[in-house]
């Protein structure tokens, strides 16, 4: 079993910073596939990047393409979203996604575990 845990979620000015953590207890993130969704009321859940494992690479939305970078640490025992050029529409329900069934890196419904979800608001 596999439990993760988000922090780091805040208000944030437009232009800002934020990063988010997301620690696994249970197991590593050694060579396990996790992601980073976001949600907000009414919509559906949305990929924000995505880790592959067992090649330490790394996939982003268009959307937060060249703002946000997602990397782990040495310990493979966290992961962080560092998010600049924060703008509203950032604005939503921040998740930890582990362990990838296979398929569309940005759909859901292909992780079997998450986190309980860390709110970010960005304002002017």
């Known amino acids: 079993q596999v439990q993760l845990v988000e922090s780091g979620g805040a208000s944030a000015q437009v232009g800002g910073s934020l990063r988010l953590s997301c620690v696994a207890s249970g197991r590593t993130f050694r060579q396990m596939d996790m992601a980073w969704f976001r949600q907000v009321p009414g919509k559906q859940r949305e990929g924000v990047a995505r880790?592959?494992?067992?090649?330490?690479?790394?996939v982003y939305a268009d959307s937060v393409k060249g703002r946000f970078t997602l990397t782990r640490d040495d310990a493979e025992t966290a992961v962080y979203l560092q998010m600049d050029s924060l703008v509203p529409g950032d604005t939503a329900m921040y998740y930890c996604a582990a362990y990838w069934y296979g398929g569309d890196w940005d759909n859901p419904a292909r992780y079997r575990y998450w986190g309980q979800g860390t709110q970010v608001t960005v304002s002017s």
């Open positions: 880790l592959y494992g067992s090649e330490a690479k790394t």
